[in-house]
């Protein structure tokens, strides 16, 4: 007898098929002596349109909606642009896998999808749909390598465990499916002009809209204001050195009158160096990659690149077997790989010049379980690429040099401050002047990150007597808050707006973040990207240069909307965190998706209602 095994696409299949030596090809599966390998091409099922469950919904019309299937029902996808046309190269699979399901030597079946809420959706809907009665049971595996293949086929679930991510997977479908479609059409028919202009109305969409539309308001009403600082050159006994102006907390200042009577009264005069403190600080590496900081830290690094595409590389080295699985959202990685891990560093640090630097550790910071959600963070594999594309080369070498600078010592700082002070006519004027020393370089020796100059201080000691010989004003202003990137606007998304990124990000703090927050988001490791691009592709955002502004159609859409809710990061979050909640059988699917089918028809008589207003000249829509 022989197990079937289920891959999300041909790629994948075949690297099963390689680990299992399947090595009879045929027509859309593989086959060996144990094993039968066949696979999807992603989603091979879409859900019904509305015209498919009645006949009469073929022509938007405002009277037909809030429009709610009693049972929402599967179909072959369709080929894009034609809505009613069957793709057959979905169906021929469809009918492969069905066949192959039923065949007398078959006892069971494996599911080997992507282990995420939409790779078991693309699975149960396929098994539901050809009418499975076969026993099912799921592979947990982070990479497909064939040392991971072997031992996910020793430690199979059954479909029944797999029941709270299945149920999660439907509803998040229904529920998009429901809010895109119901909000889509009325929303378009209420306020849209213009052949083809559609307005796209969705759960993510909306909120990540408002974000860029807060950022953009934000600009808007920043009035730049002036400030002043006041620098002074002192002349010690071992050389020159510079200070800044400081009152209590402050170092920038409004009145320029103020700041240069104060110039006027230390004018040439001696100082004294009140203090010098020196502080050793350590630098840890950057926690490893999960999806948003990786598609982040490309975004920034590199020109051209977008969220959208670092996600399809990642995917592309997936595929290759060259990375663990890349659409994650933990930044540690599971105890239990401590050995593999070993393992892959040992692979990829050889030859290195700072070899001897990197040592294998078990650190928390590495291995924590309890940061792990789902799939631990981005890794390379043990297998060494032989033929990779400039662009897979970037975010490949991006992700092996994240990975082996966990297991290097932290660079180290020495920071110096001075305090000088000169006698002022009532009070004394005090004057800061900082250095930083490299004093060891730590994994910055591996780092492609740019490394700091030295702020080099002359050695200067307590009560050393100086001397004010240049006093300078310069005049700055206040710079309002900077457009949203992809960088910044996938962080904002990962944790619903709730911290704002900074160029220097605290790792700790960003863990704490994320912890606190787990499951409330807008949107998902896998799909953020596809919510950015969406964006721009309904003309709601574009791009200019890294930075993303909001285009007149979409600040208008957000202006006229009625259902805030729609518009609320904290909304999507509780959403989101009830998807979450659902797959760890913390809320009944049938409870949350009745809430929101009650929210649709509210929100859809509540647009019927609202007043006239016009985004842009309307010809009838028709599915």
């Known amino acids: 007898m022989k197990t079937l095994i289920l891959a999300e696409k041909p790629s994948v299949g075949r690297n099963i098929g390689d680990a299992l030596k399947c090595k009879i090809r045929k027509d859309g599966y593989l086959e060996g002596e144990d094993y039968i390998i066949t696979w999807a091409f992603g989603h091979l099922l879409t859900l019904y349109d509305c015209k498919d469950y009645d006949k009469v919904m073929e022509k938007w019309d405002m009277n037909n909606f809030p429009y709610i299937p009693k049972e929402f029902k599967y179909k072959v996808k369709t080929v894009s642009g034609y809505n009613s046309k069957a793709d057959t190269g979905a169906k021929k699979q469809l009918n492969i896998i069905k066949a192959l399901v039923e065949r007398n030597d078959v006892e069971k079946i494996i599911t080997a999808t992507d282990y995420d809420r939409e790779g078991e959706l693309i699975s149960t809907i396929i098994y539901k749909y050809i ?58 028919l209420k306020y ?38 006041l620098y002074v050159t002192f002349k010690s006994p071992n050389g020159k050195y510079k200070g800044k102006f400081f009152h209590e907390k402050l170092e920038k200042f409004p009145k320029k009158e103020s700041v240069e009577k104060l110039k006027e009264e230390i004018e040439g005069k001696e100082g004294i160096v009140l203090s010098v403190t020196e502080e050793l600080k350590k630098e840890v590496p950057p926690v490893l990659f999960n999806m948003t900081n990786l598609q982040g830290y490309m975004t920034s690094k590199h020109k051209g690149w977008t969220a959208d595409k670092a996600l399809k590389v990642a995917q592309s080295l997936y595929e290759k077997k060259l990375i663990t699985y890349p659409r994650t959202s933990s930044t540690a990685l599971e105890e239990s790989l401590k050995d593999k891990a070993k393992k892959v560093l040992d692979v990829h640090k050889k030859g290195l010049d700072c070899e001897e630097d990197i040592k294998f550790s078990t650190s928390k910071r590495i291995f924590n379980n309890d940061k792990v959600e789902s799939h631990s963070a981005i890794i390379p594999t043990y297998i060494i690429p032989k033929a990779l594309n400039l662009d897979e080369v970037k975010l490949y070498e991006a992700i092996k040099e994240r990975f082996l600078v966990q ?57 050393m007597v100086v001397k004010n010989i240049s006093s300078k004003i310069e005049e700055k202003s206040t710079k309002p808050p900077a457009h949203h990137t992809e960088k910044t606007l996938l962080k904002a998304m990962e944790t619903c707006g709730k911290n704002r990124t900074s ?25 953020r990207a596809e919510i950015i691009k969406k964006l721009k592709d309904a003309k709601y955002i574009k791009s200019q240069g890294k930075s993303l502004l909001i285009t007149e159609k979409g600040n208008k859409i957000i202006e006229i909307f009625p259902i805030k809710e729609l518009l ?13 909640d659902i797959e760890k059988g913390e809320m009944d699917k049938d409870v949350f998706l009745n809430y929101i089918f009650k929210f649709t028809r509210g929100g859809v ?14 010809e009838t829509q028709k599915f």
């Open 568 to 580: 609320d990061t904290d909304y999507t979050g509780r959403m989101e965190k009830a998807l979450y």
């Open 605 to 618: 008589e509540k647009i019927k209602r609202d007043r006239f207003v016009t985004i842009g000249v309307s």
């Open 407 to 463: 297991f290097m010592e932290a660079a180290e700082f020495n920071i110096t401050e001075v305090i000088t002070k000169i006698q002022g006519a009532n009070f004394p004027r005090l004057f800061k002047t900082k250095g930083k020393v490299m004093v060891k370089e730590g994994y910055l020796k591996l780092s492609s990150e740019k490394k700091k100059k030295d702020e080099i201080l002359i050695p200067l000691e307590k009560d």
């Open 131 to 188: 009418k499975v009665n076969k026993p099912i049971y799921r592979i947990l595996i982070n990479e497909w390598t064939e040392d991971e293949i072997k031992r996910g086929l020793n430690n199979l679930k059954t479909d029944k465990d797999m029941e709270n991510l299945q149920y999660a997977g439907v509803s998040r479908q229904w529920l998009d499916w429901v809010i895109g479609i119901n909000f889509t059409t009325v929303s378009t």
């Open 503 to 527: 160029k220097d990000e605290d790792d700790k703090e960003e863990e704490a973040t994320l912890e606190v927050l787990k499951g409330y988001s807008i949107g998902t490791a896998a799909t």
């Open 192 to 229: 849209a002009r213009g052949k083809g202009n559609v307005l796209n109305i969705g759960r993510v969409v909306m909120p990540t809209l408002k974000m860029v539309y807060d950022r953009e308001k934000e600009i808007e009403k920043f009035k730049s204001e002036r400030y002043f600082e």
